[in-house]
């Protein structure tokens, strides 16, 4: 199980994890944050499961939780008048987080846009924001992420086994979950208080394109079902990646990256 109270012990925020519910099992964090959000909660409320039942992914991919071993949660947020069009920078902000958080335990990882952790090739985590706009304006906000933190290379199933990995398997030690959570929320209210702060200046190249794998990189990807290549260059202010193609750039808001460096990446 994890332990809220050792959590709470090791966050530095002001909003982010004050309030922390904790079930033994849920078919969906994002889905238990929108019915939280419908009768009431604090901004900044987590939401955390030792098993969920029903995630899933960018594009309704599903996404396998493993009891007691996976970190599975999500974060509630009340942006401060930011435009409906930035919705895109959660996603981005909160795979820094956890590139930040893991810095800070000396583990290496990476990001693949817009919504994948990585670790050499393979998939450590995702990632699955879900925003509800009201007038021109972001209302809410939920932050879903799930990371493999201590399964073992038996632990997944045949489908994925050999392109999904965990913390435990790359640095061949077991992952307190708690101080990973307080880490991740941690770096992301600071993030989110720059967004918020400077949202009419705010560049997102700044803080994600450090940590991708494939920046300046030619990729193989998908787009409105049809298979394209191009050279990742850089993100746009609303986080849209930006792909140069036969001398032309292009901008893509649900482009799933397919091939980089002559590996297949399963999403």
Same mark, same amino acid.
């Given at each position: 199980?994890?332990? =809220? ?13 004050? +309030? ?28 955390? =499961? /030792? ?9 309704? =991919?599903? @996404?396998?939780?493993?009891?007691? &071993? ?11 008048? *930011? ?8 996603? *981005? ?10 810095? /800070? ?7 693949? @846009? ?9 998939? *450590? ?6 925003? &509800?706009? #009201?007038?021109?304006?972001?209302? @809410? ?29 790359? +640095?061949?030690?077991?992952? #307190? ?14 993030? *989110? ?35 394209? #290549?191009?050279?990742? =260059? ?21 482009? +799933? ?11």
């Amino acid at each position: 199980m994890i332990f =809220t109270n050792l959590v709470q012990a090791n966050l530095h925020t002001k909003i982010l994890g004050q +309030v922390i519910e904790y079930y033994t099992q849920l078919d969906s964090t994002n889905e238990e944050a929108w019915e939280m959000i419908d009768e009431g909660v604090k901004p900044g409320t987590v939401i955390i =499961t /030792d098993r969920q039942l029903c995630g899933k992914g960018r594009n309704g =991919t599903k @996404w396998q939780s493993n009891a007691d &071993r996976s970190l599975t949660f999500s974060v509630v947020i009340q942006p401060n008048n *930011l435009s409906g069009s930035m919705s895109g920078l959660f996603s *981005l902000l909160s795979g820094v987080a956890i590139i930040r958080a893991f810095q /800070d335990m000396h583990i290496d990882g990476g990001l693949k @846009w817009p919504n994948d952790i990585m670790a050499k090739g393979k998939k *450590l985590g995702g990632i699955l924001c879900e925003s &509800r706009i #009201q007038g021109k304006s972001i209302k @809410w906000v939920v932050i879903g992420i799930g990371i493999n933190v201590n399964e073992m290379a038996d632990d997944f199933e045949n489908d994925i086994s050999h392109s999904a990995t965990s913390l435990y398997l790359e +640095v061949g030690d077991f992952i #307190q979950r708690e101080r990973l959570l307080a880490a991740i929320l941690n770096h992301l209210e600071i993030l *989110l208080n720059e967004l918020n702060e400077n949202s009419e200046s705010f560049d997102i190249n700044k803080y994600w394109i450090p940590h991708c794998i494939h920046s300046n990189e030619q990729i193989t990807f998908q787009d409105a079902g049809q298979v394209r #290549q191009g050279l990742f =260059t850089n993100l746009k202010k609303n986080g849209e990646c930006v792909i140069e193609i036969n001398g032309t750039t292009e901008s893509f808001t649900g482009a +799933v990256i397919k091939n980089m460096r002559g590996l297949d990446i399963i999403d």
